[in-house]
């Protein structure tokens, strides 16, 4: 299973961006589809997941600012960035946790990372 980000780049404070990640690859099925982030010399931070039943969870910071969406159709997840700000400066990640075959046994998947620029 792969996972392929996309969408990250350089927005003026106050601007938009959407974030992509597809997943490809042999599976059965996504149950949990999430984004982190991670700054420069800080930890890798959960931003926002959706259960395959379309449950929502965000971190406080981006509540109001952020949505987070699935298209199961797709095997993609999405991240609406709305009233960026200097401090949402950070490479995301996508995360997905898998099930390969009928034991459901669920599988940790990580993007490659994109980096979202915000000036101030």
């Known amino acids: 299973v792969q996972l392929q980000a996309s969408g990250g780049g350089l927005v003026q404070a106050g601007g938009s961006l959407r974030l992509s990640c597809a997943a490809s690859g042999s599976f059965i099925s996504i149950n949990v589809m999430a984004w982190y982030r991670q700054a420069p010399g800080k930890q890798r931070d959960l931003v926002a997941s959706?259960?395959?039943?379309?449950?929502?969870l965000y971190t406080d910071s981006v509540k109001g600012r952020f949505t987070i969406s699935r298209d199961n159709a797709k095997n993609t997840v999405y991240l609406h960035m709305n009233s960026l700000k200097a401090e949402d400066t950070a490479v995301y990640y996508c995360?997905?946790?898998?099930?390969?075959?009928?034991?459901?046994?669920?599988?940790?998947?990580w993007g490659q990372g994109t980096l979202v620029t915000v000036s101030s």
């Open positions: 959706i259960t395959s039943g379309g449950t929502t």
């Open positions: 995360n997905m946790k898998v099930y390969r075959d009928y034991r459901f046994f669920e599988i940790n998947y």
